[in-house]
């Protein structure tokens, strides 16, 4: 097995945070050509090589078999954050608060800076009403901020996003920003932020279905590969300083 991470740089600092999810594979089968010290060390060896702090959890989800690396580090999790609120989002549609066909408002006063990423913004100059399964796969797949930030209002906001996660029994990724905010001051994606073990640990409640049930598999994104068995999430971003 090769391991390879992507990089990217900031300032000075170079870092790669990478969350990953296994399915099927278990690190002490005899069919694998490596042990588990083995990959410790080829993970160490990789983060010498990035010249900044990298975190990383790896764990087969049916053994519980974990490498981790500066596994309680804090992160900023950039887009990775649609993650949960996506998820808290479909536990209001499990509630039956929320329908994965209402149609809800967007408006130009929704959508994030002009430098920053937004396909509903291009698409819907003027506004727009899209329904809630829409908005998903635009959050999901197209990683739009301003169907992230109405998703995340109609979930309650950032109070009952973290709410949902300490149901979840994960108190170590913190969601305090829409992505306008962030847009405007992009020091506040700092406050947004995860350690390895708790998004390893967010990625197994999906795979034990803790997290969204019922709806589970009818919005599906290929990022985050919510009703896939394998998940595998990256995620680049200098350390936070909380």
Same mark, same amino acid.
């Given at each position: 097995?090769?391991?390879?991470?992507?990089?990217?740089?900031? =300032?000075?600092?170079?870092?790669?945070?990478?969350?990953?999810?296994?399915?099927?594979?278990?690190? =002490?089968?005899? !069919?694998?050509?490596?042990?588990?010290?083995?990959?410790?060390?080829?993970?160490?060896?990789?983060?010498?090589?990035?010249?900044?702090?990298?975190?990383?959890?790896?764990?087969?989800?049916?053994?519980?078999?974990?490498?981790?690396?500066?596994?309680?580090?804090?992160?900023?999790?950039?887009?990775?954050?649609?993650?949960?609120?996506?998820?808290?989002?479909?536990?209001?549609?499990? =509630?039956?608060?929320?329908?994965?066909?209402?149609?809800?408002?967007?408006?130009?006063?929704?959508?994030?800076?002009?430098?920053?990423?937004?396909?509903?913004?291009?698409?819907?100059?003027?506004?727009?009403?899209?329904?809630?399964?829409?908005?998903?796969?635009?959050?999901?797949?197209?990683?739009?901020?301003?169907?992230?930030?109405?998703?995340?209002?109609?979930?309650? =906001?950032?109070?009952?996003?973290?709410?949902?996660?300490?149901?979840?029994?994960?108190?170590?990724?913190?969601?305090?920003?829409?992505?306008?905010?962030?847009?405007?001051?992009?020091?506040?994606?700092?406050?947004?932020? !995860?350690?390895?073990?708790?998004?390893?640990?967010?990625?197994?409640?999906?795979?034990?279905?803790?997290?969204?049930?019922?709806?589970?598999?009818?919005?599906?994104?290929?990022?985050?590969?919510?009703?896939?068995?394998?998940?595998?999430?990256?995620?680049?971003?200098?350390?936070?300083?909380?």
């Amino acid at each position: 097995m090769s391991l390879r991470f992507p990089t990217v740089c900031s =300032g000075t600092l170079t870092l790669v945070f990478a969350v990953t999810a296994i399915s099927g594979f278990s690190i =002490g089968d005899k !069919a694998t050509t490596f042990d588990q010290v083995t990959l410790q060390n080829q993970l160490a060896q990789i983060a010498s090589e990035a010249k900044g702090r990298v975190g990383v959890a790896a764990m087969v989800l049916e053994t519980g078999d974990t490498v981790l690396l500066n596994p309680r580090d804090h992160f900023r999790m950039q887009s990775v954050y649609k993650l949960p609120i996506g998820m808290a989002v479909m536990k209001q549609i499990d =509630g039956g608060k929320v329908k994965l066909d209402q149609r809800v408002q967007v408006t130009t006063d929704n959508y994030v800076g002009k430098d920053s990423y937004n396909p509903v913004r291009d698409k819907y100059p003027d506004g727009g009403e899209l329904s809630v399964k829409e908005l998903m796969e635009w959050m999901l797949l197209a990683s739009d901020g301003s169907a992230c930030d109405v998703l995340m209002k109609l979930a309650g =906001g950032p109070d009952a996003v973290n709410a949902y996660l300490k149901e979840l029994n994960i108190a170590d990724i913190v969601v305090l920003n829409t992505e306008k905010e962030i847009s405007h001051n992009h020091s506040l994606q700092y406050r947004n932020w !995860a350690t390895p073990e708790a998004a390893v640990a967010l990625l197994r409640a999906l795979y034990e279905k803790r997290g969204p049930s019922r709806n589970r598999g009818r919005v599906r994104s290929s990022s985050h590969r919510l009703d896939h068995a394998t998940v595998n999430v990256p995620l680049i971003g200098q350390p936070t300083t909380a």
